[in-house]
C-alpha cells in the first residue's frame, strides 16, 4: 500500500512572471507543460505560454512529496484556480515588473486568492526587475499592506531563471508555517 | 572612525585571524572628545604603522600625518601615498640591517599593489561623483568615505547610513577592519573589483558585520520587535539565518532574547539581524498592546496536513539548493 503523503503548493501570477521557469528551478523532475501558441494579446509577448498548468515535485524519500502545480496567467483561467488551491499548503505569487501596472496586477491576483489567503501562507516574488525597476519593493508593499492587513508578507526580488532565489522564496513561505524550522536548518548548516 | 587595512589581501571573511594582522595603513577619523585617547590606544596597538587622520579642526595628533576634513580627493591621495612611502622607505631601512630576503620583497610588492589599489578606488569613485553628479559611498575603505562633488566628506558609520542616499557604490576586492566608536571590531570583505551592490543589500551586510553581536542604543534586548517590511532576501549572501528571524519576528512582537531562546540561535546572530533590520527600519519596537496576527504554525496549516518532520526535510532540501549544495 502506498503510504506516500502527498503536498501541493501553487505559484501563481500574470502571463510571463516566470512561473514556468521557477517550477522548472524548484522540481525534481522534468516539469510538465503545457503550452500552446497564443492567440490572444499575449502573442507578442511570448511564442507560448501556459494553457492549463505547470507540474513539478519535489520528491521527500518515500515518505513524502511535494507538488508544485503553476496556474496559466490569463484571466480567464481563473476559474482554475480555487480548484487548484484547494487543499494546497501555500501560494507563490511571481510578480512580473516589467508589465505596464504590476501593483494593479498584484490588487487582482490578491483578490482572486483571497479566500486562500486569509489562512495560508504566501508570498511574493517580483520578476523583471532588472527590466524595469519601478515599482520598487517597498511600493509592493504598500499596495499588499491595503489589501493583507493582517500580516508581513514577504517580497523578494526575484530572477525567475536562478534556482537560488526561487527556493529562497519557497524558504520564506515554509518559514512563516514554521520559523524554527529555518533556524534549525541554517544551525545544522553551521556545524 | 578608524579603518586599518589588512597587509595581506584576502577573499574570505577572517575575524580571529585579521584582528591578529598588523595593517599596512591607518585612516583614522577624530570623532568626539575621546578621539586623542582612541588615538594613543591605536598608535601603542601599532606603534610602527603609517596613519593618516581626518580631522574636523586639523589639530596635531602625534606620528600621523593629519588631513582637515572634508577633504579633496587630491589631497587625500596624496597624504595615503606619502605615508605609505614613509613606511616603505622604514622597511628598506632594516632590510639594510638585516639583509632582504624573499619574505620582505613580497612584502614590498604588496605594499605598492596596496597602495595601487587604494588610490586606484579613490580615483574611480571621484570620476564617478564627477561623471554622475552623484553622491558616491567607497567601500574598501573602512567606515565608508562619502564624495560629494569632488571632496572626501568625512566617513559614515552604518547608523547615519539609512537617511543617505547611495545612488552608486564602487566596491574593491580588499578586506578592511573596521573599529567604530563603540569599539566594535568587524572585518567587511567585499568580493569583486567594481561590482554595484544593491543598496538595501549593501548596508544589510556592513550593518550585520558592524554589529557582532552589539544592539543599536534605541534597542534592549528585551524589548518587543515587530518586523515592519521583510527585507529582500534573495540578495543576501546568507539568507537562511535572515529568512527565519524575519518569519517569526514577523508573527508576534518578540525581543531578542526571547527569539534567540525560542529559535536556538546565539543572541549574537539575532542582534546582528535586529541591527541589520533596524538600520534599514525594518524593524521597530512595538509600543502598543500585541495585536492578533495570525501565528506560525497555525490551525489550518496542521489541517493542511503539514508534519514538522516533512516540513524539516523540505527546509533542509531548500536550504541545499539556496547554499549550492547536493540535495
Known amino acids: 500500500m502506498n503510504t506516500q503523503q502527498n503536498y501541493k503548493i501553487i ?8 512561473k514556468t521557469t521557477a517550477i522548472a528551478a524548484l522540481s525534481d523532475i522534468v516539469p510538465v507543460r503545457t503550452d500552446a501558441r497564443p492567440t490572444d494579446e499575449v502573442a507578442a509577448a511570448k511564442n507560448a505560454t501556459t494553457v492549463a498548468l505547470d507540474y513539478g515535485t519535489i520528491e521527500l524519500g518515500a515518505e513524502a512529496k511535494v507538488h508544485l502545480y503553476g496556474t496559466p496567467g490569463q484571466d480567464r483561467f481563473d476559474f482554475m484556480w480555487d480548484i487548484m488551491t484547494d487543499g494546497a499548503l501555500g501560494l507563490i505569487l511571481l510578480m512580473n515588473n516589467a508589465q505596464p ?3 494593479a496586477d498584484l490588487r487582482q491576483f490578491l483578490s482572486a486568492f483571497s479566500d486562500f489567503l486569509q489562512t495560508a501562507p504566501f508570498c511574493v516574488g517580483v520578476t523583471h526587475m532588472d527590466v524595469k525597476s519601478t515599482p520598487t519593493l517597498e511600493d509592493y508593499h504598500k499596495a499588499m499592506s491595503r489589501q493583507v492587513r493582517d500580516r508581513v508578507v514577504p517580497v523578494f526580488s526575484v530572477d525567475g531563471r536562478s534556482r537560488r532565489d526561487v527556493n529562497v522564496l519557497l524558504m520564506a513561505m515554509l518559514g512563516m508555517i514554521e520559523p524554527r524550522i529555518l533556524a534549525d536548518v541554517a544551525n545544522s548548516q553551521a556545524a | 572612525m578608524e579603518v586599518l587595512v589588512p597587509r595581506r589581501l584576502r577573499r574570505e571573511v577572517a575575524f580571529s585571524e585579521s584582528l591578529e594582522e598588523q595593517p599596512d595603513l591607518i585612516l583614522f577619523g577624530s570623532d568626539g572628545s575621546d578621539g586623542l585617547r582612541r588615538w594613543k590606544d591605536l598608535r601603542q596597538r601599532y606603534p610602527a604603522t603609517p596613519a593618516v587622520c581626518l580631522t574636523y579642526g586639523g589639530e596635531p595628533l602625534e606620528g600621523a600625518l593629519v588631513v582637515p576634513r572634508p577633504a579633496r580627493v587630491d589631497v587625500l591621495i596624496e597624504s595615503i601615498e606619502r605615508a605609505l612611502a614613509g613606511h616603505i622607505s622604514f622597511r628598506h631601512t632594516g632590510e639594510q640591517r638585516a639583509p632582504g630576503t624573499a619574505h620582505q620583497e613580497q612584502s614590498s610588492i604588496e605594499q605598492f599593489d596596496l597602495k595601487e589599489r587604494l ?3 579613490l580615483l574611480r569613485a571621484d570620476r564617478l561623483a564627477t561623471e554622475t553628479g552623484r553622491d558616491v559611498l567607497v567601500d574598501g575603505m573602512g ?3 562619502f564624495l560629494r562633488q569632488g571632496q572626501v566628506f568625512t566617513t559614515v558609520g552604518w547608523g547615519s547610513l ?3 542616499c547611495v545612488p552608486r557604490i564602487t566596491t574593491e576586492s580588499f578586506n578592511v577592519r573596521v573599529v567604530d566608536s563603540r569599539r566594535v571590531e568587524a572585518v567587511m570583505n567585499v568580493e569583486g573589483t567594481s561590482a554595484l551592490w544593491g543598496r ?8 550585520w558585520n558592524c554589529s557582532r ?7 534592549a534586548p528585551d524589548a518587543p520587535l515587530v518586523l515592519q517590511r521583510w527585507p529582500d532576501c534573495t540578495r543576501l549572501r546568507e539568507p537562511l539565518v535572515a529568512v527565519a528571524l524575519s518569519a517569526l519576528f514577523a508573527t508576534r512582537p518578540i525581543s531578542v532574547l526571547d527569539a534567540a531562546q525560542e529559535m536556538g540561535l546565539s543572541t549574537t546572530q539575532v542582534a546582528c539581524y535586529v541591527t541589520a533590520a533596524y538600520g534599514l527600519s525594518l524593524i521597530g519596537i512595538e509600543h502598543r498592546v500585541p495585536r492578533a496576527v495570525r501565528t506560525a504554525g497555525s490551525r489550518e496549516d496542521k489541517k493542511r496536513g503539514w508534519s514538522s518532520r516533512v516540513l524539516g526535510r523540505l527546509a533542509r532540501r531548500v536550504a541545499s539548493r539556496v547554499l549550492g549544495k547536493n540535495a
Open chain 1, 11 to 18: 505559484i501563481s501570477g500574470p502571463v510571463g512572471a516566470g
Open chain 1, 101 to 103: 501596472d504590476p501593483l
Open chain 2, 119 to 121: 588610490i586606484g578606488v
Open chain 2, 143 to 145: 567606515r565608508f568615505l
Open chain 2, 162 to 164: 539609512r537617511s543617505l
Open chain 2, 200 to 207: 538595501e543589500a549593501f548596508l544589510w551586510e556592513m550593518a
Open chain 2, 213 to 219: 553581536g552589539a544592539l543599536p542604543l534605541e534597542i
